[in-house]
């Protein structure tokens, strides 16, 4: 079992940027996949980034460049810096946790078991 607490959402303008952060509280996430996910209003839940036990990162088209996922295993966290953030950017950020062994990172949802509650981000004009 696996609890995941994000924060670091917030209101900023276009252009700006905020770093998001996801505590773990349960297993080791050393050997975890992890991924960010982001749900609009009306919209599906769509992988935004994703990094596996090796380090090895994904990031969805959209956000290439602008995004960067990261996590500190030895504070059980994972981190997302977002930059250059425009209003398409608008969302609830969730973080995904996956203990079992797949190859590569994941930007599916359906391949993660535990998920936080999520933190909003409002980019404006």
């Known amino acids: 079992q696996a609890n995941l607490l994000e924060s670091g959402g917030g209101a900023v303008q276009s252009g700006g940027s905020l770093r998001l952060s996801c505590v773990v509280s349960g297993p080791s996430i050393s050997q975890a996949h992890m991924g960010w996910f982001r749900q609009a209003p009306g919209k599906e839940r769509e992988g935004v980034a994703a990094?596996?036990?090796?380090?090895?990162?994904r990031y969805l088209d959209s956000v290439k460049g602008r995004f960067t996922i990261s996590k500190d295993s030895a504070a059980n966290t994972l981190y997302l810096q977002m930059t250059n953030l425009e209003l398409e950017d608008t969302a609830v950020y969730l973080c995904?946790?996956?203990?079992?062994?797949?190859?590569?990172?994941?930007?599916?949802?359906?391949?993660?078991?535990?998920w936080g509650q999520g933190t909003q981000v409002t980019v404006s004009s």
């Open positions: 995904a946790v996956r203990y079992g062994y797949t190859r590569g990172p994941k930007l599916s949802r359906h391949q993660y078991d535990y």
């Open positions: 990094i596996d036990s090796a380090g090895a990162v």
